[in-house]
């Protein structure tokens, strides 16, 4: 499988603020990348599919002027959370498309929390 | 609406007991059917996954159970030791690789 790598691990901000996160392929050139969104003890959600070079897809409800997701490289995807609020805080996952067919490969996650 | 129906919610097992997870779904365009792993604070981490053109796949004490007619599959987990013990999910992806989830098993193994 890929090795995914997620920055930060974790995260506080205060509500109003920006966070990023980035998501780099380590070890695969990833075409796709897949954002989702955990809330504890819940299932993966997901946000958006990012294609390397092209303006991401947006599930629906998922406000794509508040996630903003580029995906600058075959390896590296990153999700911007802008203007931050409580209800924001959540478990952030990002997966790659793998070699195979409906493959994806999840990284550690990174766990936001807005105060 | 979901997509996957995945039951039990949690899930008690003594050592060395077998542990069954169950899912369905109705998506007939759903041709790729993982299960994922997941422990507290950390991302899911493919367990093993079957496509529709087997009935059964089978990887240590890891088994997945598929039945395309009834549009179930299952995951079995033999001699379960406390070292499984965590939340367990079920997928279904299409060509597109959209995947949608099932929701969760939480499994604890009983030493």
């Known amino acids: 499988g890929a090795v995914v790598s997620q920055h930060p691990s974790w995260v506080i901000c205060k509500s109003g603020t920006s966070v990023k996160i980035e998501c780099r392929s380590l070890?695969?050139?990833?075409?796709?990348m897949f954002w989702y969104r955990q809330f504890p003890k819940q299932s993966l959600m997901l946000m958006a599919t990012s294609n390397e070079g092209s303006k991401a897809t947006y599930e629906q409800g998922v406000e794509k002027d508040k996630f903003l997701i580029n995906h600058a490289s075959l390896t590296l995807s990153t999700l911007t959370v802008t203007s931050a609020h409580p209800e924001d805080s959540s478990f952030y996952i990002c997966?790659?498309?793998?070699?195979?067919?409906?493959?994806?490969?999840f990284g550690p996650g990174t766990r936001l929390t807005v105060t | 609406q979901q997509q996957v129906k995945q039951s039990p919610q949690s899930l008690i097992v003594q050592k060395g007991g077998i542990s069954i997870i169950n899912c369905a779904y109705e998506?007939?365009?759903?041709?790729?059917f993982p299960w994922y792993q997941q422990f507290p604070g950390k991302g899911p981490a493919l367990l093993i996954a079957?496509?529709?053109?087997?009935s059964e796949k089978k990887e240590g004490r890891f088994t997945i159970s598929f039945n395309k007619s009834a549009k179930q599959f299952s995951l079995h987990i033999m001699d379960s030791q406390p070292g499984d013990s965590a939340t367990y999910f079920c997928?279904?992806?299409?060509?597109?690789?959209?995947?949608?989830f099932g929701a969760g098993t939480r499994l604890t193994v009983k030493p």
């Open positions: 079957i496509r529709p053109d087997v």
């Open positions: 997928a279904a992806s299409n060509q597109n690789n959209d995947m949608r």
């Open positions: 998506n007939t365009a759903f041709d790729y």
């Open positions: 997966s790659v498309d793998g070699r195979r067919r409906g493959e994806q490969y």
């Open positions: 070890d695969f050139q990833a075409t796709t």
